[in-house]
């Protein structure tokens, strides 16, 4: 789905991934779920793309529902897959420390899972072979994504700004709909391993310029980063 010049979405509010499209080929941030390769070549298709104009996948963390296509995309196409180096065995292997589940309904849940389901997403392939990035980079990808740690879900989570697209891509930084209540909304997102460094985070998130904000489990957010993340903070609060 186009949401503005450059950015597109695949999937949906329950589990995004994203798409930047330039006249230099395409930089995909994030590959949702195995059941999103569908979306994937549906949209290349609607620009009249193949999945040889992807010139680069980049990771806002190393969780499954992240993950995705990712190993399929680097093994049957050769395209490279950036984590931060922090995420890397994370990515790699699925190690993670358990994190309390926080408040949940049954109904939301059940639909979270119900679409993981559907999605393929109960057997994670996880990427054999990752390019390990750092705070600061600017990867040689189309749109120049840049990499800001924001430390917190995970210890290599990380925001990718994109200036061509006006837009920042935060992963699971925050969350826009809570994937085990189904509440909406600019908020902290579950499964946090460290709330409190997630909190700390959102001050570099602040500092960004951008018109989107786009997490990975809800609605895009049309607003400043700044405005973001202070919602979020009060969200949490």
């Known amino acids: 789905m186009k949401l503005a010049p450059h950015l597109h979405r695949l999937g949906n509010d329950v589990v995004a991934c994203y798409l930047i499209d330039t006249d230099e080929g395409i930089t995909l941030i994030d590959a949702g779920l195995p059941g999103h390769w569908r979306d994937l070549l549906n949209e290349l298709k609607s620009l009249g793309k193949s999945v040889g104009d992807i010139r680069g996948l980049v990771l806002t963390h190393g969780d499954s529902d992240h993950l995705g296509f990712a190993e399929r995309l680097r093994r049957e196409h050769g395209v490279p897959v950036y984590v931060h180096a922090a995420d890397a065995v994370r990515t790699r292997t699925g190690e ?18 119900w679409y993981t389901l559907r999605k393929n997403g109960l057997r994670t392939t996880y990427v054999r072979d990752v390019i390990e990035v750092a705070d600061g980079d600017v990867l040689d990808l189309p749109g120049s994504p840049v990499i800001v740690q924001m430390p917190g879900h995970s210890p290599g989570s990380v925001a990718v700004h994109v200036p061509l697209a006006d837009a920042v891509f ?68």
């Not at 499964?191 to 460094?197: L, S």
């Open 170 to 237: 935060v992963g699971d930084a925050l969350t826009t709909r809570h994937v085990l209540t189904g509440r909406t909304g600019l908020a902290p997102a579950p499964f946090t391993d460290d709330p409190d460094e997630s909190r700390a985070s959102l001050d570099r998130l602040a500092q960004l310029q951008a018109s989107w904000v786009l997490p990975g489990h809800g609605a895009p957010s049309h607003a400043s980063p700044a405005r973001v993340a202070e919602a979020v903070r009060q969200a949490g609060a």
């Open 96 to 113: 993670k420390p358990k994190t309390p589940m926080g408040p949940m309904k049954l109904g939301p849940t059940l639909g979270f899972f």
